[in-house]
């Protein structure tokens, strides 16, 4: 089936870092643009960063800008988000999917625009 699968969530303390991959299953993700998303109990589904296919553009929404970097491994067929300097806001199951013809530029774009959703992976940053 054409789908992301994350990984690499866990429990970390305020400060620390975590590395989230997403694994594109079923499709060429050098093909596409690639966008993590977030959605934390409550809250409504946020565009958290995205990369561009060649991987040239990056977008990161302003909250995590400084301490998010999204990379992609286009041979191995995977998406990144190295996660520095966690916050408690920062809680919530993260997403990755594809969108086809977006450009990733000054935005993550509205989910809408992405298709392939994984599971997610769960993040929860707490002491």
């Known amino acids: 089936q054409v789908q992301s699968v994350e990984s690499g969530g866990g429990l970390v303390q305020p400060g620390g870092s975590l590395r989230l991959s997403c694994a594109a299953s079923?499709?060429?993700?050098?093909?596409?643009?690639i966008g993590w998303f977030r959605q934390a109990p409550g809250k409504e589904r946020e565009g958290v960063s995205c990369?561009?296919?060649?991987?040239?553009?990056?977008s990161y929404v302003d909250s995590v800008k400084g301490r998010f970097t999204i990379s992609r491994d286009n041979a191995k067929n995977t998406v990144y988000l190295l996660m520095n300097n966690l916050k408690p806001e920062d809680t919530a199951v993260y997403y990755c999917?594809?969108?086809?013809?977006?450009?990733?530029?000054?935005?993550?774009?509205?989910?809408?625009?992405?298709?392939?959703w994984g599971q997610g992976t769960q993040v929860t940053v707490s002491s």
């Open positions: 999917a594809r969108a086809w013809n977006l450009l990733c530029s000054g935005s993550v774009g509205d989910q809408s625009e992405y298709s392939g």
């Open positions: 079923g499709f060429t993700l050098r093909s596409y643009t």
């Open positions: 990369i561009s296919g060649s991987g040239l553009v990056t």
